[in-house]
C-alpha cells in the first residue's frame, strides 16, 4: 500500500473502529498503556479452549495509531491461536500498520499486540479475571 492508503487506513480504524467496547463474558481484561503520552488499552478476550481467540474487544483512548492499531489487531486475532498471537513481532505489527506512517510511533503501534500477549499469557497461567 502506497503511503496514503496507509494512512487512509489507519484514519478509518481511528474513526470507525472494530470490535471497540467491553466484551461482557470476557474470559480475561487486561488494560494497559503508557502514562507520558496518555495511551491506553484494555483487551477483553474470550477463549474457546484450549487455545483459540473466540472473541475480542478493546476499549482505550490516545493517539490515532495506538487506537487504530487495536482496532487492526482485533479484526486479525478473531479465530487466531494463542501461537499466532504470540508468534507476531513487534516489528511484523510495525510493518502491517505502515513502518513509513508509524515506524516513529513503535511503542503507540505495538501497545494493544504487546497488552494481548499478556492476556494470552495471563489466561494460559489460569489466572483470568
Known sequence: MDRATLIARLLNHYEHPCHRGPLVDADVTLTGGHPDCGDVVTIYLKVEPPDH?????FEGHGCTIS???ASILTELAVGATFAAVEALTLDE???LLGREVVGTRPRCAT???QI???AISTCRMG???
Not at 481467540?53 to 474487544?57: F, K, L, Q, R
Open 53 to 57: 481467540i473466540a472473541a475480542i474487544s
Open 67 to 69: 487506537q487504530a492499531a
Open 93 to 95: 505489527m510495525i510493518d
Open 111 to 113: 501497545l494493544a499486540l
Open 116 to 118: 494481548l500477549k499478556a
Open 127 to 129: 489466572r483470568a479475571s
